[in-house]
C-alpha cells in the first residue's frame, strides 16, 4: 500500500492522535507548498517517521510526472497548433 493511503487512514481513524495531526499538518504544507516544521517529524515513533518520509518520496516522484504529463500536454497542443487546417470551401 502507497504511504498516502496509509496515512489517510491514520488520519481517518483517529482524526486528534497526535500523530494523525503532523501527518495531516506534513500533507497540508505539501499540498499548499508551505514551510511545515521537521522538529514535528521527531515527536514520530521511527516506524511513523519512515512513513513520513516515504510520503515526501512519493509526493515528490507524483510532482515529478505531473510536470512530465503537463509538458506533453502543451507540447502536444504546439503540434496540434502547427498542422496545416483543412481548407473549408465555401458553400
Not at 507548498?33 to 518520496?57: G, H, P, R, T, W
Request: no cysteine; proline share 4%; hydrophobic share 45%.
Amino acid at each position: 500500500m502507497r504511504a498516502i493511503k496509509k496515512v489517510r487512514q491514520i488520519i481517518a481513524h483517529e482524526p486528534l492522535n497526535p500523530t494523525a495531526q503532523i501527518f495531516a499538518r506534513l500533507i497540508s504544507s505539501l499540498v499548499d507548498e508551505v514551510d511545515f516544521s521537521l522538529k514535528d517529524l521527531y515527536e514520530l515513533s521511527a516506524s511513523d517517521f519512515e512513513l513520513a518520509m516515504n510520503i515526501l518520496q512519493e509526493w515528490r516522484l507524483d510532482r515529478y510526472y505531473m510536470g512530465k504529463a503537463k509538458t506533453f500536454d502543451v507540447a502536444m497542443q504546439a503540434l496540434q497548433l502547427n498542422q496545416p487546417q483543412p481548407n473549408k470551401s465555401l458553400a
